[in-house]
């Protein structure tokens, strides 16, 4: 361990407060795990107890042929078992994706002070932050992730606001992903009945935001999490991820040919396509019908990672319930209505711990 950073305050001040991020800890040079980054047994990730998601990716140009109904048909199955798909010809540009990692290179690439300035409690703009782990505060175990979240108002303030090591693409990556979203919405709301217009469609994705996120590498992936257990709080994520793998999903019921329930199954990286999963928001306005997927990403010893992530999700002001076109068909209601930005509240002021953030909005 670096000279001074040996007992477990130095080292949160250095990473967290001041922060340095595991990547700056990483750089120090590390031959083994620091205490506060070791998971306890039943978090830790055994790779030889997963398997891989080996069905092919789903193919959204089909959509424009015969086989219309038929990706339909896949979409939706994903959606209510899973929570989780790949998608290929999905109208963001390859080039692009590669772009987006190297951006998320060159930003976490540069020195801790370039990057510590968009602290959340220093940050220059109210949609930038940068910062390591979930809710450092109060996790008992560290997670191995430093990152940096752009929110999205409108292009003009993108462009001034983000870091400029990767505003541009992470804009043009957001703006080229919104076709693709809205055909993704219009086949999970058509199958529950919902028309969508514009208004439904500003209800379910009002807002948006970009992260980069940064797996440096670690001297022993074993004990510790990337990113610990957990469903995102929104509508639908669209995910890049790059070519070194470790993204896992946990199987909430017995899905044939993928796994049995409780199982883990790792979503490989798979070139030009991007991940979608379902978020809490779509679960409940589903009334449970599509599942918010729980997953989880594992360190690396060889390279470090990156995956860069949009999230979509009603605005803070939205008030979300199951959509009464499913509560009629089901003949009750799973979930009580919640203003979105309690929920956000309760997501982000507690530790990841599974699907447990779905509980808030439980009857
Ligand atoms: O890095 C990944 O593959 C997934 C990251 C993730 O789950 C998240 O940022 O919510
Ligand atoms: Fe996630």
């Known amino acids: 361990m670096a000279p001074g950073l040996d007992d477990g305050s130095s080292l949160f001040n250095f990473v967290v407060r001041d922060g340095n991020g595991v990547k700056g800890m990483v750089d120090l040079g590390l031959s083994t795990v620091p205490k506060p980054y070791v998971q306890p047994p039943k978090e830790r990730i055994d790779k030889r107890m997963a398997t891989r998601h080996e069905g092919a990716p789903i193919d959204l140009s089909r959509l424009d042929g015969p086989d219309h109904d038929e990706v339909v048909k896949e979409i939706v199955m994903a959606a209510e078992t899973l929570g989780f798909f790949q998608l290929v010809n999905h109208g963001v540009p390859v080039d692009l994706l590669e772009s987006l990692k190297d951006a998320a290179h060159d930003f976490f690439g540069q020195p801790s002070e370039k990057k510590a300035v968009y602290r959340k409690e220093v940050s220059p703009s109210p949609l930038v932050k940068y910062g390591t782990s979930f809710v450092p505060e109060k996790e008992k175990a560290l997670e191995w992730k430093d990152y940096i979240s752009m929110i999205y108002t409108n292009d003009a303030e993108a462009l001034q606001q983000w870091p400029k090591e990767c505003r541009e693409v992470a804009l043009e990556y957001l703006k080229t992903s919104m076709t693709m979203v809205r055909r993704l919405l219009e086949i999970l709301m058509g199958n529950l009945g919902v028309e969508l217009d514009d208004t439904k469609i500003d209800g379910l994705i009002g807002m948006k935001m970009v992260n980069m996120n940064f797996y440096p590498t670690c001297p022993d992936p074993d004990l510790t999490v990337g990113v610990g257990r957990h469903s995102d709080m929104g509508t639908l994520t669209i995910l890049l991820q790059d070519g070194i793998g470790g993204l896992y999903v946990k ?94 509240r309760n997501f982000f002021g507690n530790v990841h711990d599974g699907k447990k953030s779905l509980e808030f909005a439980q009857i």
């Open 251 to 344: 199987v909430a019921e017995e899905i044939a040919n993928i796994g049995k329930k409780g199982e883990w199954v790792e979503i490989p990286p798979v070139p030009g396509a991007l991940v979608i999963n379902i978020g809490d928001a779509l679960q409940i306005l589903s009334n449970g019908k599509y599942k918010s997927a729980e997953h989880r990403v594992r360190t690396t010893s060889t390279k470090s990672r990156v995956s860069v992530p949009i999230f979509t999700s009603p605005r803070p002001s939205e008030k979300i319930a199951p959509l009464p076109q499913v509560v009629e068909k089901d003949g009750m209601t799973y979930y009580r209505e919640v203003i979105f930005g309690d929920y956000m």
